[in-house]
């Protein structure tokens, strides 16, 4: 199974099961995943797009994107403004920290797969 794994502050919050489609990500009440309690997100700070692999039957491409937020969106503190999503990745979004977790695609952590950059 694929997710997303909220933390924040190390601490466990809430997993997102991977299905494909967009999810948003912010302040505002019509987000898909809402962080109310953290004025340094924006209203409308990313997006994540989860769409069947182009490569690999089974697997899914997830995409997240920065939506021109005020603070911006980080991987390893380096801010991004779209990015292919790889198992163990963590992202942080203010003081929220989301980790892709594709046990699927574990097994490829000692298997190198050449695949486009979507990082900007």
Request: charged fraction near 30%; glycine fraction near 8%.
């Amino acid at each position: 199974m694929s997710k997303i794994v909220h933390t924040r502050n190390g601490q466990p919050y809430k997993e997102y099961e991977l299905k494909p489609g967009t999810l948003s990500v912010g302040r505002r009440p019509d987000c898909d995943i809402q962080l109310l309690d953290d004025i340094t997100v924006s209203g409308e700070h990313a997006k994540i797009f989860i769409a069947a692999s182009t490569y690999m039957d089974g697997l899914f491409d997830v995409i997240i994107e920065d939506q021109r937020s005020t603070n911006g969106t980080t991987l390893k503190g380096n801010p991004i403004k779209r990015h292919r999503w790889k198992h163990g990745d963590l992202i942080k979004i203010g003081l929220h920290e989301f980790t892709l977790i594709d046990e699927e695609t574990r097994a490829f952590e000692e298997t190198n797969i050449v695949l486009p950059e979507d990082d900007e």
